[in-house]
């Protein structure tokens, strides 16, 4: 694989990745076939911004985990209206390490 195109997906999406993670993802990236290249253009990832927006705005609800696809926990914080706040609050903190993580999975997923 070309070393500047994993250069440059890194500098675009390095944000969006655990940072711990950061160079056990360049060395898999590295190791890609250029089939594999193309499709991972097309990956959707989380951005942990957006994810904080909604935590905050629709957290109580659910939504921040409707949006990263935990739905059993989105059910559970509407239920519990969201921990009675106090899970709310808490989200505020983790929740963008949370969306982080789940981007590593959908890369790691793809890479097989």
């Known amino acids: 694989m070309n070393a500047e195109k994993v250069d440059m997906f890194m500098m ?4 969006k990745f655990p940072q711990m993670e950061l160079p056990h993802l360049r ?11 193309s499709g991972l253009c097309d990956l959707q990832f989380k951005d942990p911004k ?3 927006l909604i935590s ?4 109580s609800i ?3 985990r409707f949006y990263l696809g935990q739905y059993e926990l989105g059910i559970l914080k509407i239920i519990t209206a969201g921990g009675i706040f106090l899970w709310t609050i808490i989200d505020w903190f983790l929740i963008q390490d949370a969306a982080r ?3 590593a999975d959908i890369l790691y997923n793809y890479m097989g």
Do not use: H, M, P
């Open 12 to 15: 675009r999406n390095a944000d």
């Open 27 to 37: 060395q898999r990236l590295l190791a890609l076939d250029e089939s594999q290249w």
């Open 50 to 52: 957006i994810v904080l």
């Open 56 to 59: 905050l705005f629709f957290g």
């Open 62 to 64: 659910g939504a921040d």
């Open 101 to 103: 993580e789940k981007n």
